[in-house]
């Protein structure tokens, strides 16, 4: 059974920082990786995805990378501002089509000013 | 406009009450969920539907119930709610038509439910 990571459970960051959010999987047999947002109380807005043939996904401020065979994901934030600050949630999805997305619980990030 | 949305957003109900919450999408995607997200938890999947006529439970559809309307209609009901219940609760979707198949889903804004 798959089973997704994401350590820390939470982070806090000074305003201004570069900083990186793990993400690791135990089964490397997957076809994509989703990173997404949620804000206190709110939906999940899906930020990257990345498929299993790519190394790296960039939108903005935001990279992902995916090592598939060592199962593991980062999501790089640069330059960080407070309106980052959220839970951030990884997920796996096994085959094309799949229904399922195996979630982490997520980093739960600060960005203090 | 938002392309998934849900309501209600907040619910406070009582143990035994019937209850359905609703989920409409603007994205023409065919296959739509419903999760629950719970802290400590994460979220698990309550039910899946490929399409009006195909819907699937999913890992915890114990004590639950769905309805798709229409493609872009999906309702989850408690017959008789328990605190247990008591959870944020998001409806998905995803694409799957034309050989896509990115398995992208994207979601509503969540409806939390208050069960007393």
């Known amino acids: 059974k798959q089973e997704v990571t994401q350590i820390p459970a939470a982070l806090s960051v000074p305003e201004g920082e570069n900083l990186v959010l793990n993400c690791s999987f135990t089964d490397s047999a997957i076809y994509n990786l989703q990173w997404f947002r949620q804000d206190p109380g709110k939906g999940l807005t899906s930020l990257l995805l990345i498929q299993s043939s790519q190394r790296e996904q960039t939108s903005g401020r935001l990279n992902a990378s995916l090592d598939k065979s060592s199962g593991r994901s980062t999501l790089y934030i640069a330059a960080s501002q407070p309106g980052d600050s959220a839970t951030y949630l990884c997920?796996?999805?096994?085959?094309?089509?799949?229904?399922?997305?195996?979630f982490g619980k997520g980093t739960k990030l600060s960005v203090i000013p | 406009d938002a392309d998934v949305t849900q309501t209600p957003r907040n619910r406070i109900t009582k143990t035994g009450k019937r209850i359905m919450l609703e989920c409409s999408q603007t994205k023409g995607h065919d296959r739509m969920y419903w999760y629950r997200q719970d802290p400590g938890l994460g979220l698990r999947l309550i039910y899946y539907s490929f399409d009006v006529k195909d819907i699937n439970k999913g890992e915890i559809s114990d004590g639950y119930s769905v309805s798709r309307q229409a493609q872009a209609k999906f309702s989850l009901s408690l017959e008789s709610a328990i605190p247990n219940q008591t959870a944020l609760y998001f409806c998905a979707t995803s694409d799957w038509g034309g050989g896509r198949a990115l398995n992208e889903q994207f979601f509503g804004p969540g409806t939390r439910l208050t069960v007393l």
């Open positions: 997920a796996v999805s096994p085959f094309p089509g799949s229904y399922q997305l195996t």
